[in-house]
């Protein structure tokens, strides 16, 4: 069974799996265009994060950054390579829409690596399946061709 709990990114338990999102994110591109955190700024006020366990192994985490216009960052989505292709992804990106959904955050937005970096293509599919569409860039950052910006909206469901 799957189950996504809130968790400190500092923890002994999870850094493992931060330091290889880390280690992605270096090794992804160039370092100028890597925004990925470290375990203390995913520890900073203003960002959660939760983990995602199965049998009580971290298998994933995403994290949430809240931005001065109200909307959300999704940061630091990453699942363990032995446990890909199974959809986790894809339902911590719907645990962490659905938390901002009940918040009343009205979108959440996203920086992740542009068509220049083909270690992002499969995140970049992901979001464009989950409603995310491209967007001029966020708050926080400038333009950047190995960077693609993305934003979804956050309607009620009826």
């Not at 068509?115 to 950047?144: M, N, T, V």
């Amino acid at each position: 069974m799957i189950e996504i709990w809130r968790a400190d990114p500092t923890s002994d338990a999870l850094r493992p799996l931060v330091e290889a999102h880390f280690a992605h994110g270096e090794a992804a591109g160039p370092a100028e265009s890597n925004h990925t955190m470290d375990t203390g700024a995913l520890a900073s006020p203003g960002i959660r994060f939760w983990a995602l366990y199965e049998a009580g192994r971290p298998l994933g985490c995403g994290a949430l950054k809240a931005l001065p216009d109200g909307t959300a960052e999704v940061k630091s989505v990453h699942i363990m390579p032995d446990a890909r292709g199974r959809g986790l992804a894809r339902m911590m990106m719907s645990h962490l829409a659905d938390l901002a959904l009940a918040e009343g955050i009205p979108a959440l937005v996203l920086e992740t690596g542009s068509a220049h970096l083909p270690a992002y293509d499969a995140a970049r599919r992901l979001y464009e399946q989950l409603g995310y569409s491209y967007c001029d860039p966020i708050f926080g950052y400038e333009p950047d061709p190995n960077s693609a910006f993305m934003r979804l909206a956050l309607e009620p469901r009826a």
